[in-house]
């Protein structure tokens, strides 16, 4: 054998090694774009093929927030349970605890749930989605002094977040804040944000103020939005009570 058919045999072994160490990551990659199209079900096939070949810890996180989206509750505890624990120079195992306790609010663990994200908060860890899910944990669980702290300090970490500023609104709604309230969901209902909450919550404040027109057009906006097994409002729940406000304007 010559030289140059041994050295092309080598560049071939290498770009097989190249191609089979990312073909998870490239799975992954064409599941997005599935699912962003709206092709779920092929989406989670081609997650979970993307799973059985070797990935980096945040690519496979992202396959479990796929996943989850999709209600695989069991499934993404299986894969972020294991990634909480694990360290390399480009993952932190804080990212799992994050997202687990979306795990742990679906399986009613609110408590728990809460008190995972306190202690990375009082340990320094920051970011947008920890901010996110303990502002809503808190408000779901009734702390509404300490849910206004965290939504607060989510707004001065990232004053651009909808979904902090929707938390913040969401506060000021159960606190009876309405005023606040209300100059919160102004802004945000410009920013035209795909998930269902801003609408409906500026709904509830056009309610308090018996707008009822109002508020009927923005529950209408609500239900086209996408919803998720991770979303906090169902569709259902807003029609009823886009239902309920058509009947009141129908009696007047």
């Known amino acids: 054998m010559s030289s140059g058919q041994v050295f092309f045999l080598l560049l071939v072994g290498i770009v097989l090694l190249l191609a089979a160490k990312n073909s998870g990551s490239l799975l992954l990659l064409g599941a997005m774009r599935m699912y962003q199209k709206g092709s779920k079900e092929k989406a989670v096939r081609r997650l979970e093929r993307a799973l059985t070949f070797p990935m980096p810890p945040q690519h496979r996180l992202s396959c479990a927030f796929l996943l989850l989206k999709e209600g695989r509750l069991d499934r993404a505890d299986e894969i972020i349970s294991p990634l909480r624990t694990v360290t390399t120079k480009r993952f932190n195992p804080n ?140 569709r259902e729940q807003i029609v009823a009570l886009r239902e309920d406000i058509e009947a009141r304007i129908g009696a007047e």
């Open 95 to 234: 990212k799992a605890r994050v997202y687990y306790s979306l795990i742990l609010w679906k399986r009613g663990e609110l408590d728990r749930a809460v008190e995972s994200l306190e202690e990375l908060l009082a340990g320094g860890y920051r970011t947008v989605i920890l901010y996110t899910n303990l502002g809503y944990f808190l408000v779901e669980k009734g702390d509404l002094d300490r849910a206004l702290e965290v939504n607060l300090a989510g707004f001065e970490y990232d004053g651009s977040s909808a979904v902090i500023r929707d938390n913040l609104g969401l506060t000021y709604i159960r606190k009876g804040e309405w005023e606040k309230a209300a100059s919160l969901y102004e802004e945000l209902a410009t920013e035209l944000p795909s998930f269902p909450d801003v609408y409906y919550n500026k709904a509830l404040v056009h309610i308090h103020r018996e707008e009822w027109a109002e508020a009927k057009d923005l529950l209408l906006k609500a239900e086209g939005k996408k919803f998720s097994f991770l979303s906090t409002l169902s």
